[in-house]
């Protein structure tokens, strides 16, 4: 460009000889200036070229990874519509098996047609169904013995016990009538040999009595003391009953008697227990 601008002033000289120098000097910065304002332009437009080739690629780019991101997304529909024309089939696959078994299931009893059971199975099945049953009677009988068994056991064991329980009270209450009749008889005896006592007092209280009227007269007028009823002979007072028993049958002279006091003492015995 300066070389053209060199030409141009060249022939600018050329055809105007004429020119001042003042008038040269501003040709010449003219044209220095229009040089600078060309390469200015020059340059603006060097990065507007810059600037849009930029964008241009930046544009492109955009693009691509749009053009990218569909491609992805298509793949990824038609993977998705894939996966679910398999499981379409599949599941078609699936129904037309279960439909054969189904087919295959409904067929196999023969229905509705009834067909008889040969004679051997038929016996081989009754034959069967009576063990069956004979075994499980077997059973049944088997443990109702066993339950009646377990409970005569229990019933023995309760009467064994109930048994050793009576005998025990029988022999309590033996001991206690035993005691008792001791007891009975002790106070009989006791009362007997009492009455008897009391009844052999009195009558050597009257005996006393008859011999001093008969010898009363003739002893009046001495000096001896006074007469004391002589019961030293009497046997004392015993539980046991023998010596009272002895003496009552040395006053009334018997062996074999029993004296009336004695029985009627047992009656009041008798009636004030009642």
Request: proline share 3%; net charge positive.
């Amino acid at each position: 460009m300066m070389s053209n601008a060199g030409s141009q002033l060249d022939d600018s000289m050329r055809r105007t000889p004429m020119l001042t120098s003042q008038q040269f000097k501003r040709e010449v910065a003219y044209k220095e200036a229009m040089d600078r304002h060309i390469s200015e332009m020059e340059s603006r437009a060097g990065e507007a070229v810059r600037e849009k080739d930029a964008w241009h690629s930046h544009v492109n780019d955009c693009l691509e990874q749009e053009r990218d991101e569909m491609q992805v997304k298509r793949s990824r529909a038609q993977q998705n519509q894939y996966f679910l024309r398999q499981q379409v089939q599949w599941r078609e696959k699936q129904k037309k098996e279960q439909r054969k078994d189904d087919i295959v299931g409904a067929s196999a009893h023969d229905f509705p047609t009834f067909t008889e059971p040969a004679e051997a199975e038929m016996k081989d099945f009754v034959s069967g169904q009576q063990a069956r049953m004979r075994a499980d009677l077997d059973e049944q009988v088997r443990t109702n013995n066993t339950l009646r068994n377990l409970q005569k056991r229990r019933e023995r064991a309760l009467e064994v016990d109930q048994l050793s329980a009576n005998r025990m009270e029988m022999s309590m209450l033996r001991e206690a009538e035993r005691a008792k009749k001791a007891y009975d008889k002790e106070a009989l005896a006791t009362a007997w040999n009492s009455e008897i006592r009391m009844k052999n007092i009195w009558k050597a209280i009257e005996n006393h009595n008859k011999v001093g009227s008969q010898v009363g007269g003739s002893q009046c007028g001495s000096s001896a003391g006074p007469q004391v009823l002589n019961v030293e002979g009497l046997p004392p007072l015993s539980r046991s009953g023998s010596s009272t028993v002895s003496a009552g049958r040395i006053m009334t002279g018997s062996s074999r008697r029993v004296p009336l006091g004695a029985s009627s003492s047992l009656s009041r015995l008798g009636t004030g227990r009642q």
